[in-house]
């Protein structure tokens, strides 16, 4: 199981947390100023192991962490994981991290923590791991990002139509709370032809493939 | 743009957004606080509002500042409204600020129930992903007990993005209500051999964090995994299976046996790093739990220290790290293998990297062995010298303690090396340890009494220098030695060279500065030295020095008696008093000596932790009963002390009949003593107290100590622990010599000896004598006490509700709850049809309930032997893991109708829900929720009735006489209700027999389709020895048990008694996929009734259309559409008129008989997508116009697309 995922820069700002465990807020921050405290003072080429953060309980749990430029991403698990496989989602996290923000960097985690957040959704869930293979987080990314953005589309296009005389602003306000879905499918089918063109994805075979041998 | 113009209007409407707050946060760094609480204020404002957006905004930034810091649970309520937005955008903001926000202690999550399973049934997947995702982050037991039969049912959801969903959030509701597990757990099982790998890996997932906690319920799953993990190459799951067989192997060592090859064949091949790493862990646990008898276990052994060498040996820290690890277990069990590698690991403990040091450090730990406790610990510490961190400092001193101390000091041979070690720790500046350091000399100066005179006066010696320790380390921890010292020199006094020395030292003004409790230690010791001095004194008539030492006394203490420390203020006042009037009689020449020393008579024994907790109740008190008559009632405080006793009562042992309580003790402590009589380096324990008083006059016969002369005993200042180093070298030197004089004789002799004992030190430490012939005094224990470790255990452990057996027949009270009333949703619309589909549903499940109750039972006590014996027999030796000869002569078919007869329990009540789940599927892609009402029913109804005739199927287990017997009721009803269409298509009939058909395919083999063929008894006689025979074709043929030939029939495995209908199963294997294929067979079987037998024939035809070689398999329209794109497919289409159906059901007859699946839909316009089980794409676009529709194909290869639309084309002609 994992315990929690923590990312936070070089000064230990909390980049995103998740906790897979009840914790309050004030022990999620000790737990985030401690384990920064663990990381941050290890020099770049020592292992990425570390043992004893002592607020997730106990002996069983580990440590396990990468640092990118100016991030840390830190894992914290107990014995059922394997050590180099959770290494892996790491980095597998911040590859789906780049693709999905295009060349990410801190800014992109601060400014769209949410997002981060579902895209981690798609990788583990409650503690354990869900989807190891790049592909098909990003493809399922990909499809509710589609889902939101056509439902926000078709906000804007319902309400134009409907009551295009007002302003935008009341209109959005109006117009959020509840589309009949038969617009839905109305504009959806009339934005059909452009869907394939903008999204673009590499492999529809559902055999998943092997994840690329660990290190 | 359209985006952008949204998002424009956003910004404008809203104060501010997510970004807006980042943004704020980040130009306030130096109010940030107050900034803060400022947008918490417009945050509660945006709450207030109607508009839903407005709220998830809120909702968002309330997020993020939860991630400062920040308590949100005031806000618990509207998370909740924003998560029961219909929009998929706001939803997801509501359950992420749900997961990341509440907990069990949240009074509102309760309402959240319903909408939960709103979103659970939603037909949109994603959802459904979304709730999932969140209540996997704050399900409660409530949660759990409501939801568990929701998420069950989705974990046969059409779709493997969700169903990997629901089976791992399984495991949370598992932790949560614990009596989900047995209803669930044979669908979680059938999971593991899923088509898709992302929902195996979920199922393994799960199972193995089960079967982490309660290994023991999951033995019987062993095969399955061994399957998995021979056949799997995805290398998570591998991981995964490893690790479980890793907590498996020490309950089974058979299990063991059979994977030591198939691991190492995969440590040999892997270049995983990952892997191999795992397949040796577990390869290391085989080799601890089998007992040493295995023939090439050193090889397995030997292969895994190699390759450990080598990642230790790597430049990869993490590598090195791991290797070291995994190292250490290897130590617990078989430390010659590692000890060779000792100078790697020494090499380890100077690496750069803390973690790799203390991991090195752990290994040490092992390695010691008398021979080399010495060297080793010199090595440390010139490592302590050199250590620059604390932390680190820290760490290597307990590492020497602990290494040193290990098992009651057992590879110590000279203790006065190991006191002037702690000496010299002493002088560590900044450490925490100065306790640990104390007790360890507080242990070793009173369990080993041969020490004690060189004890006390390195003791003394530290005292002297008090102050050097007092002055520098007065902030840290090392000064707790004083309170070590000062006991010693005080407790052990007759061994002092110079009390009068060291009474001067413990009485400087400067201990006054030293933690309280040490200064009360040194008062109480003071005095004990004073009497030892008066004592000297008296007897040496030197009256003027005895009264000097009172003096003396008299004028330090009241520095004392000022402390501020009540402790230290109390005794001295105390013994202030009793010195006063000590001098006074000393004044009048009264002996008073005599009567000071006995006040310290005795001699002080170190007790065994938890002894007092082993006290056995002698017998006839009885712990429970009142003393006095209890006190009424009515007063509070009465219940306390009862429930204190209860509690107790319970933690301890149950005393045990006392005449074989004490014979079986007697047996005991003889065969120990025994074992270490035998053992000639064994440290003898001195007589336990009790005993002594019981033969006193034996105390005299207590080994007196040799000590080595060459030794010097007196050590001017503080001593050098190197040097003992030398001389212990030139002990065993001669020691040797003089052994292997004395060995010539006694060869033989020897030879028996050596092999006893397993904890043995090993054969070069057998020739180490110890330095001193030492007593180890054992910590006392009180007589009669049980060795047990049992108290270990926490109670409280959340894990052990799930110890449940999985293999015992499910209760019908067991079942999970089933919500009996449909969500909001469907209970508003008006339509009556789903009451109705209820009750159809309900009608024949409680009629059955008592004939199901019978069968299950029957059924699965079978089943247990069975597996009992599947287990026993597949873990007997024969190495290749053939299928378990079972009745059934076929072993496909056997397999299957294994997995079946463990799946139906449930399959029925979820019949309707999985009906319900299956058909969102067929809708899932189009958005238009308002789909015709009528067609669900009758897609529920065709569904209803295929899961039927699998269950009637199943409850005939194949081959069960017993069950043969009964006749099954609820048939008839069925047949009533047959809907037009059903998957099941007629194969052949006559006036005996009736047999239906059903050809499914499956991902996993590309070549196999499995025909399930229903044999229905129409007849008044019993069919039995029935036969089938297929003439094969090139193309198609069918699996037939090895030894069969061609033109052999295949045995049904069962008989059909009037009225009966069941199951078979059997497996063809298909060259080639890309036209229909047609099987002639016979079926003959034996019709017997009361007038006689006869043998009657059945001729088929068995048809394989091309639509049975597909799978219903989802895909996305961009996936869909760069598919077209490609090019790779060929085109053809086909045009049927005079349709009068629905286009709405027309889809769903496409996508139930030819399996496909709706990738978009557009007015009457449709595409559809399919998979065939050789992987070739399947592309539709299907039209209407008036009442002819067409249907355009693309797919990979064009005979098969030709002969698809052909059979499309019959099908839509039929419409």
């Known amino acids: 199981m994992i315990k929690a995922i923590l990312i936070f820069n070089n000064h230990g700002k909390p980049r995103l947390s998740k906790f897979y465990q009840p914790y309050s807020e004030d022990t999620q921050q000790q737990i985030i100023r401690e384990t920064f405290h663990l990381v941050s003072k290890r020099d770049e080429n020592v292992c990425n192991f570390l043992e004893g953060g002592l607020l997730i309980g106990g002996s069983d749990n580990k ?15 107990d014995s059922s994981e394997s050590e180099l496989g959770i290494l892996d989602l790491i980095q597998v996290f911040v590859e789906t991290l780049d693709k999905c923000f295009e060349n990410v960097c801190e800014l992109d985690l601060i400014f769209h923590v949410d997002k981060v957040h579902n895209i981690l959704a798609e990788m583990v869930m409650g503690g354990m791991v869900l989807e190891t293979n790049m592909n098909e987080i990003v493809t399922q990314i990909d499809a509710q990002n589609k889902l939101e953005k056509s439902e926000l589309y078709l906000q804007h296009l319902w309400g134009s139509r409907k009551e295009g005389g007002r302003t935008k602003t009341s209109l959005l306000q109006a117009g959020l709370a509840g589309a009949p879905a038969r617009a839905v499918s109305a504009v959806k089918n009339m934005n059909l032809p452009e869907i394939p063109r903008n999204i673009n994805i590499g492999d529809i075979s559902i055999k998943v493939p092997n994840l690329p041998s660990f290190k | 743009m359209a985006l952008k113009m949204v998002k424009g209007s956003i910004d404008r409407m809203f104060d501010k957004n997510l970004q807006d707050l980042v943004r704020g946060i980040r130009n ?30 809120a909702v968002c930034k309330l997020t993020y500042l939860q991630m400062l810091g920040y308590d949100i649970s005031w806000a618990a ?24 926000s509440f907990h069990e ?101 799960v199972i193995c964090e089960l079967a982490r906690r309660n290994p023991k319920n999951y033995l019987s799953l062993a095969p399955l995994f061994f399957k998995l993990m021979t056949s799997s190459t995805n290398n998570w799951v591998l991981i995964k299976i490893i690790k479980l067989f890793g907590a498996l192997t020490p309950l089974e060592p058979r299990l063991g046996k059979k994977l030591i090859e198939p691991l190492t064949n995969l440590i040999h091949s892997t270049s995983a790093m990952s892997l191999l790493y795992e397949c040796v862990n577990t390869v290391i646990a085989v080799l601890i739990s089998l007992s040493s008898g295995m023939p090439n276990h050193s090889a397995s052994i030997q292969l895994c220290v190699q390759k450990l060498r080598i990642l230790i040996e790597d430049s990869d820290q993490n590598l090195k790290y791991l290797g070291l690890l995994a190292m250490s277990k290897i130590l617990k069990t078989h430390p010659k293998s590692v000890q060779s590698h000792k100078d790697l690991i020494l090499q380890c403990l100077d690496d750069k990297d803390e973690s790799i040091r203390l991991r090195a450090l752990d290994l040490l730990y092992g390695m010691v062995s008398k021979k080399n406790l010495m060297e080793i610990v010199k090595k440390l510490m010139t490592h302590v010298d050199k250590a620059e961190g604390t932390t680190y400092r820290d760490e290597l001193l307990t590492k020497i303690i602990d290494i040193c101390s290990q098992s009651n000091y057992q590879y110590i041979t000279n203790f006065e090396w190991y006191i002037s070690i702690l000496v010299e720790l002493t002088r560590l500046e900044g450490t925490r340890h100065g306790h640990l350091i104390a007790a360890q000399m507080l242990d070793v100066a009173i369990r080993v009494k041969a020490i004690r005179k060189f004890a006390v006066s390195q003791m003394s010696a530290l005292l002297d220098s008090a102050h050097l320790l007092a002055s520098s380390t007065q902030r840290n921890g090392i000064c707790e030695v004083l309170y070590a010292a000062a006991w010693i020199c005080g407790e052990f006094s007759e061994h002092l060279q110079e009390p009068h020395h060291t009474l001067e030292a413990m009485l400087r003004p400067k201990v006054t500065t030293l933690p309280g409790h040490i200064q009360a230690v040194y008062v109480q010791n003071v005095v004990k030295l004073y009497a030892s001095i008066l004592q000297q004194k008296e007897q040496a008539g030197e009256a003027e020095g005895a ?92 219940e306390r002390p009862r429930a204190v006793f209860h509690e107790e009562e319970q933690r301890r042992p149950k005393p045990r009949p006392s005449e074989a309580d004490e014979e079986e003790l007697a047996r005991r402590r003889e065969a120990r003593k025994q074992e270490q009589a035998n053992n000639p380096f064994y440290i003898k324990s001195s007589p336990s107290p009790q005993k002594r008083y019981q033969d006193a006059p034996g105390v005299e016969h207590i080994p007196v100590v040799q000590i080595d002369l060459s030794v010097p005993l007196k050590v001017p200042g503080l001593p050098m622990s190197d040097q003992y180093v030398k001389l212990e070298e030139e002990r065993r030197h001669r020691q040797k010599l003089e052994k292997d004089r004395r060995r010539k004789k006694r060869k033989e002799k020897e030879k028996k000896g050596k092999r006893r004992h397993s904890s043995l030190p090993t054969e070069s430490d057998e020739d180490i004598a110890p330095a001193q012939q030492v007593d180890i005094i054992t910590e006392e224990m009180p007589e009669n006490a049980l060795p047990s470790d049992e108290d270990d255990k926490d109670p409280n452990d959340p894990y052990r509700a799930l110890d449940i057996d999985l293999d015992k027949p499910l209760a019908d009270s067991e079942k999970l709850p089933i ?58 030796t024969t190495p290749p893991p053939a299928p378990a000869p079972a009745p059934a002569p076929v072993p496909s078919t056997e397999e299957l109708s294994v997995n079946a007869v463990t799946a139906p329990k449930d399959e029925y009540e979820d019949a309707k829900t999985e009906a319900r789940g299956e058909e969102d599927d067929a809708e899932g892609q189009d958005q238009d929720k308002k789909s015709p009402k009528h067609k669900k029913k009758k897609h529920k109804k065709e569904k209803e009735e295929r899961i039927k005739g699998k269950k009637k199927s199943k409850k005939q287990p194949p081959g069960s006489e017993e069950a043969a017997g009964e006749p099954v009721q609820n048939g008839a009803p069925e047949e009533e ?50 036969e089938l025979s297929v003439l094969d074709s090139l193309n198609a043929r069918m699996a037939r048990p090895q030894g069969s030939s061609v033109h052999d029939g295949v045995p049904v495995p069962f008989q059909l008694p009037p009225g009966v209908s069941n199951e078979a199963q059997y ?91 709706v990738v978009e839909r557009v007015d009457s316009c449709a595409s559809m997508y399919s998979r065939s089980i050789q992987g070739h794409h399947v592309c539709l676009l299907v039209k209407k116009g008036g009442d002819s529709v067409s249907v355009d194909g693309k797919c990979s290869d064009s005979t098969l697309l030709s002969s698809l639309l052909e059979e499309m084309k019959a099908t839509l002609a039929k419409c």
Not at chain 2, 45 to 56: G, P, R, S, W
Not at chain 2, 983 to 1004: F, H, P, W
Request: hydrophobic share 35%; aromatic share 8%; charged share 30%.
């Open chain 1, 63 to 77: 440590l396990i962490y990468r640092h990118y430029a100016t991030l840390y991403f830190v894992f914290c698990v």
């Open chain 2, 28 to 57: 306030h760094k130096e109010d940030e606080a107050k900034y803060i609480s400022q947008c918490i204020d417009e945050i509660k404002q945006e709450l207030k509002q109607d508009n839903i957006a407005v709220k998830a905004n």
């Open chain 2, 77 to 100: 309520f509207n998370i909740i409204e924003v998560m029961s937005a219909s929009k998929f955008t706001f939803k997801r903001i509501g359950y992420l600020a749900a997961s990341q």
């Open chain 2, 105 to 205: 202690g949240t009074d509102v999550i309760m309402l959240t129930t319903n909408q939960i399973r709103k979103d659970l049934s939603s037909p949109s997947q994603y959802d459904t992903g979304v709730a999932l995702t969140g209540l996997s982050c704050f399900v409660t037991p409530d949660l759990a007990r409501d939801l568990a039969n929701d998420i069950m049912t989705l974990m046969s959801h059409t779709k493997p993005y969700i169903r990997k969903k629901a089976v791992l959030i399984m495991y949370k509701v598992f932790l949560k209500y614990p009596e989900s597990l047995r209803p669930a757990f044979p669908r979680l099982k059938e999971k593991l051999e899923d088509p898709d790998p992302g929902v195996q890996s979920a199922a393994v997932n």
């Open chain 2, 547 to 638: 009264q000097a030492v009172t003096q003396l006394m008299v004028d330090r203490l009241p520095q004392f008696v000022q402390s501020a420390d009540l402790e230290v203020q109390e005794r001295a006042s105390c013994i202030l008093q009793l010195v006063k009037h000590i001098q006074k009689l000393q004044a009048k020449d009264v002996p008073v000596a005599e009567e000071v020393s006995a006040l310290f008579a005795g001699e002080l024994n170190p007790v065994a932790p938890k002894a007092q907790k082993k006290v056995p109740v002698p017998e006839g008190l009885d712990l429970d009963a009142w003393i006095n008559e209890p006190l009424s009632d009515s007063e509070s405080e009465d």
């Open chain 2, 819 to 876: 919500q009996k009333h449909r969500n909001a949703e469907t209970s508003k619309s008006p339509e009556k049809d789903v009451p109705v589909v209820e009750k159809k549903s309900k009608k024949p499940k409680k009629k059955e309930k008592k004939h199901k109750e019978k069968e299950r039972d029957k059924e699965k006590k079978k089943e247990k032997e069975k597996k009992a014996e599947d287990l026993d027999f597949w873990l007997s």
């Open chain 2, 977 to 1026: 209700q047959l809907p037009p269409e059903s998957s099941y298509s007629l194969l052949a009939e006559n006036s005996y027999v009736k047999m239906t058909c059903d050809i499914r395919g499956s991902l996993q083999e590309d070549s196999q389709v499995t025909v399930a063929i229903v044999l229905e008894n129409r007849s008044s006689s019993i069919l039995k020895g029935m």
């Open chain 2, 1067 to 1157: 497996v063809f294997t298909i060259q080639s996929i890309v036209t229909a294929q047609k099987l002639k067979g016979t079926l003959s079987f034996i019709a017997k009734n009361d007038e006689g037998a006869t043998h009657e024939k059945l001729d088929f035809r068995l048809h394989f259309s091309c639509s049975s070689y597909l799978i219903t398999t989802p895909c996305y329209s961009d996936a869909f559409a760069k598919l077209l794109e490609s090019g790779d497919l060929s085109m053809s289409s086909v045009k049927v008129d005079g349709i009068r159906m629905s286009f709405q059901n027309l889809l769903a007859k496409i996508c139930f008989h030819h399996h496909f699946s």
